[in-house]
C-alpha cells in the first residue's frame, strides 16, 4: 500500500522559514515526478514545486527564489523548503508521486499559516 506522510507544516511570521518532509513509502513502481502541491481555501490546488526522477526541478512562479524542492532517495523522502515566506503562501501543503503509467498517489497534506 502507498503511503505518503507530510510533516512539517505550522504557523509562521511572514518572512520566516519552514521545511516540509514527505516520508513515501510501499512503492512498488517506477516514479515519473513527485512533486508538492498546495490548496488554499477557496481556490483549486495548484502545484507549487516538482522533480522528476532525474533530479529535474520547476517551480510556480510565485515561489521562485524562495522554494526549493529536492529527495533524499536513499531515505524515500522528499523535502520542501521554504524561506521567506508570505501570507498568501498560506495553504494545505500536499505531497504527490506520479507514477511512468500517471497514476497520482497523495498525502493527508500539512497545514501551512503564515501571519502578517
Known amino acids: 500500500q502507498v503511503q505518503l506522510v507530510e510533516s512539517g507544516g505550522g504557523l509562521v511570521q511572514a518572512g520566516g522559514s519552514l521545511r516540509l518532509s514527505c516520508a513515501v513509502s510501499g512503492i512498488f513502481f517506477r516514479i515519473n515526478t513527485m512533486g508538492w502541491y498546495r490548496q488554499a481555501p477557496g481556490k483549486q490546488r495548484e502545484l507549487v514545486a516538482g522533480i522528476t526522477s532525474g533530479g529535474n526541478t520547476n517551480y510556480a512562479d510565485s515561489v521562485k527564489g524562495r522554494f526549493t524542492i529536492s529527495r533524499d532517495n536513499a531515505k524515500n523522502t522528499m523535502y520542501l523548503q521554504m524561506n521567506s515566506l508570505k501570507p498568501e503562501d498560506t495553504a494545505v501543503y500536499y505531497c504527490?508521486?506520479?507514477?511512468?503509467?500517471?497514476?497520482?498517489?497523495w498525502g493527508q497534506g500539512t497545514q501551512v499559516i503564515v501571519s502578517s
Open positions: 504527490n508521486v506520479r507514477s511512468q503509467s500517471m497514476n497520482n498517489y
